[in-house]
């Protein structure tokens, strides 16, 4: 029984920490996103002053075309990071619950079986 209580806090442990990791990659992609977009900001200020110059305004153009392709690559990546996290703490989750369901039944037939 001790040992399967120090498993399952072990079990909540990991829970814990990706869920704070989870916490942590969510603050990384709004900064990343925060960043992309203040890029995109600055690309079409500079689209608006230099429209006189046709090349420049293409170039531009296909950077900021590229740029917001990188930003839904990244969030859909992300996305999908986040639904595999969340499916792994889910499964810790469901660990920690086996094992205390597992640690009660050995209480249960200790106290049975000493009284």
Known sequence: AEQSTSKMRHLEALVEAKGTALLDREGAVSAKVADLSERLLRLSSALDSEKADKDKVTRLLAANIESEAQVVAHAKALELRVAQIDTHAKCLAAQVADHKAATLRAD????????
């Open 108 to 115: 249960l037939a200790l106290t049975s079986a000493g009284g």
